[in-house]
């Protein structure tokens, strides 16, 4: 949404100046340098936090929460068909914690207002609650929860 607001005021800066160049009214001239000091107050915004970069920053690190996610699937299904001795399971087990602790450490910071939004929706939205079905969509069929209906 920045990045458009940016291009129009952008925009606006420059027919504002060409219009100066043909005429000469002063809530012209007052209008243009505004547009103008918008379009550099928000080019320099985003120089100065780069924000496409946290973007992806952010991207990837859900990516790569979602595969440890997938890894601890598979080791509930391995621990339910107790297709391992429970020594290599346990250090399976502990090789994800620490996976993904490095991700948690390596993740991007978020702002206060991200912050403040999720622990909302946790409070208020109760989004950290889910349903058998919910749950059951990640589980290997094995695993699945007895759905009440």
Known sequence: ????????????????IIAIIFTDPLWLKLISTLISFATVYITAYYKSFDLQKLVVSHKATANKLITVRDKYKVLLTEI????????????KYNELIRETDNIYLEAPN?????????????????DNTFTNEEINSFLPESLRRETIE
């Open 110 to 126: 978020t702002t206060d207002k991200a912050v403040e939004k999720a622990s909302d929706a946790l409070k208020v939205k109760k």
């Open 80 to 91: 339910n068909l107790q297709s391992d001795s429970v020594q290599n399971l346990l250090v």
């Open 1 to 16: 949404m920045m990045e458009t607001v940016n291009i129009g005021a952008a925009s606006l800066t420059s027919v504002g």
